[in-house]
C-alpha cells in the first residue's frame, strides 16, 4: 500500500510532462492531440542499477491492420527488476513510416508486487508521433530518472 501511495504522488508530481532524451523535445502544456489514431500494447522487462536497460515487443493496430514491433530502451537512475504491461493509443500518426523511432519519456516512482501509473504516460517521437500509455509495472524496483525508448517495425 506505501509503495501504491508513493509511486501515485511521484507520478502525479510529474504530472504528464515527457522528457525526451536524446534531444527529442518537450512537450509542456500544449493542446491535447485531436484523438486516437491507433493502439498499441507492449510487454517489456527493465533491469536497474543506477542506469537502466530494458527490451520487449509490442503490437500497433493502425488503419485497420496490426503491425508487431521490438521496443529497447535505455535510461538513468533506478534500481530493481520489473515487467511493464501497457496499452495506450497513438496521436498524429498518418502514415505507418512515423511511427518507429526514439521516443521519451519522464519517470518515477516505486514498484513493489504489482502497481498501475494513474493518467498514464506520454511519449513522444521527432516525427511528432504521440502515445499514452497506461502502464501495470509487477516486480521490485525503485525508478527515477529519463528514459529513452527505441521502436522499431518488425
Known amino acids: 500500500m ?8 511521484a507520478v502525479g508530481g510529474l504530472g504528464l510532462v515527457t522528457v525526451f ?18 493502439h498499441v500494447t ?5 533491469v536497474s542499477l543506477l542506469g537502466s536497460v530494458s527490451w520487449g515487443s509490442g503490437t500497433l493496430t493502425f488503419e485497420g491492420h496490426t503491425h508487431r514491433f521490438r521496443v529497447r530502451g535505455l535510461g ?20 505507418l513510416a512515423d511511427f518507429p523511432g526514439l521516443y521519451g ?6 514498484v513493489a508486487g504489482s502497481a498501475a501509473v494513474r493518467g498514464g504516460v506520454w511519449l513522444q517521437n521527432p516525427a511528432g508521433v504521440s502515445i499514452q500509455l497506461r ?20
Do not use: K, M
Not at 532524451?21 to 491507433?38: E, H, I, K, Y
Open 2 to 9: 506505501a509503495a501504491r501511495l508513493f509511486t501515485r504522488r
Open 21 to 38: 532524451a536524446a534531444g527529442v523535445g518537450a512537450r509542456t502544456g500544449s493542446a491535447q492531440p485531436s484523438g486516437p489514431v491507433g
Open 42 to 46: 507492449i510487454t517489456q522487462t527493465q
Open 76 to 95: 538513468v537512475g533506478g534500481i530493481g527488476v520489473s515487467e511493464l504491461r501497457a496499452n495506450g493509443d497513438v496521436y498524429a500518426l498518418s502514415r
Open 105 to 110: 519519456a519522464a519517470r518515477a516512482g516505486a
Open 135 to 154: 502502464p501495470q509495472r509487477t516486480g521490485v524496483a525503485l525508478q527515477i530518472g529519463a528514459d529513452g525508448l527505441l521502436i522499431e517495425l518488425e
